[in-house]
């Protein structure tokens, strides 16, 4: 679903379910050309194909941290973060950080390399409302209202920064969202920015970060 409406991105692309990273990319160039509105396409139908990129994306992403998953335990290291006092528990938006490294093997190893080498990716998982609403999304006080405050500060994050992928969806009244980027700092500073967003909008957060751990082994 894109920006709310029954599109499938596979579709908006002429792709199928399990095409590659390059598959994607070579789709997304082609119908971005025959859509962009400055070769006299039409700027809707350009912004679904960018959306139907970026949904695929995360996707691929998705699956390639599913895979690793298979082979590579994940450590279940959660560590408690921002959690905003005093707001109503049903204004509460749910944000958990993914942070995915590489294992680091001794401290020569630790020393030797840069930091960022050894970050895989980071991510934010967003879900409103959390679990003890789910069931009566629908029927919250100012539903749609606090629908779109979500879907604007989630687009200005991902205008502002620079995902490597992204994708939200809205179904039952429930606001679903994950969007990925190169490494657990660069999505910090994003879950900062999306802060303020929210508490700029009447909205707070419950924040969390789990890490997960790759063995070198399984690192190609």
């Known amino acids: 679903m894109l920006d709310g409406q029954?599109?499938?991105p596979y579709t908006v692309l002429g792709l199928t379910q399990g095409?590659?990273?390059e598959e994607v990319r070579d789709a997304y160039h082609k119908k971005s050309k025959k859509h962009h509105p400055d070769q006299g396409g039409d700027a809707w139908a350009f912004k679904i194909v960018v959306r139907a990129y970026e949904a695929l994306n995360q996707i691929l992403e998705r699956e390639?941290?599913?895979a690793l998953s298979r082979v590579v335990a994940d450590t279940g290291r959660i560590r408690p973060g921002v959690q905003d006092k005093g707001v109503d528990?049903?204004?509460i938006v749910h944000v958990e950080m993914v942070w995915m490294r590489y294992e680091v093997g001794?401290?020569?190893a630790m020393l030797g390399d840069r930091t960022e080498n050894r970050n895989l990716s980071g991510s934010l998982n967003?879900?409103?409302?959390g679990e003890d609403f789910a069931s009566r999304a629908e029927s919250l006080p100012n539903a749609d209202k606090i629908l779109r405050a979500l879907n604007a500060a989630f687009d200005e994050i991902r205008i502002k920064t620079k995902p490597t992928g992204a994708r939200s969806q809205i179904e039952d009244g429930r606001f679903d969202a994950s969007i990925g980027y190169a490494n657990g700092q660069t999505a910090w500073e994003a879950f900062k920015l999306f802060h303020v967003g929210l508490?700029?909008?009447g909205l707070g957060v419950k924040q969390w970060t789990r890490d997960v751990t790759i063995p070198r082994d399984h690192a190609e």
């Open 6 to 8: 029954d599109l499938d």
């Open 19 to 21: 095409c590659s990273a």
């Open 64 to 66: 390639r941290a599913a």
């Open 89 to 91: 528990p049903a204004r």
């Open 106 to 108: 001794d401290l020569l």
């Open 126 to 129: 967003i879900m409103w409302p």
């Open 199 to 201: 508490k700029a909008r």
